[in-house]
């Protein structure tokens, strides 16, 4: 049978902290992916730590949140806790580095292409430029290839922009979002 992780948010007015319980049959099931069961599942279930991650207002809750995990009575040892918040811990540490790759990734793929598209967008001024040149073409077809010439050397130039620009912020929220549920005080408690 399969875990069935459900998670239930609960704002306290008094500390305006942010509880999470999740009910695992395994403390691994913390760390593993599950797809949603239609069948089964919650609406509102959250199956994992990194789905947990991925709530885009997470982030700014997380330094007062606290992680209660409920796991069936014969799962827990006087170690358990413990052995829960490294894997936690090691577990955000680990989703740290693989952000941090990603961005060094992107931005190595973005600077290329950027260094790529001005080349490219260079020879489109200079084709543009040579193209208004031609007088044995008439006027108008002159134009529209100039014109056309430097927008091809403008669209070469949108993704290599995108991806320094607007693509980078993922990496950045991601890693930011682990860094703080790595700090997350954890507890655990048997499943009545």
């Not at 995990?69 to 540490?93: G, M, N, V």
């Not at 693509?167 to 655990?188: C, D, I, N, Y």
Request: aromatic residues 8%.
């Amino acid at each position: 049978m399969t875990s069935r992780l459900v998670a239930e948010w609960l704002v306290m007015a008094e500390d305006s902290s942010t509880e999470v319980t999740i009910r695992v049959n395994d403390l691994r099931d913390l760390f593993r992916e599950r797809e949603f069961d239609p069948f089964t599942d919650d609406l509102d279930s959250v199956s994992s730590l990194a789905q947990l991650a991925q709530l885009p207002h997470l982030a700014s809750k997380l330094k007062t949140a606290k992680l209660r995990i409920l796991l069936p009575q014969e799962q827990i040892a006087p170690e358990t806790e413990a052995r829960a918040q490294r894997a936690l811990e090691r577990y955000c540490e680990h989703m740290v580095t693989e952000a941090r790759r990603k961005l060094v990734a992107m931005r190595w793929v973005g600077l290329r292409g950027l260094f790529i598209g001005v080349l490219f967008f260079g020879l489109s001024l200079v084709a543009s430029t040579a193209a208004q040149r031609l007088f044995w073409i008439p006027e108008d077809l002159r134009l529209l290839v100039s014109e056309s010439l430097v927008v091809a050397g403008w669209v070469i130039m949108w993704q290599p922009l995108d991806t320094l620009v607007q693509g980078l912020w993922p990496h950045w929220e991601e890693e930011r979002t682990f860094k703080a549920m790595s700090a997350v005080q954890l507890s655990v408690q048997p499943d009545c």
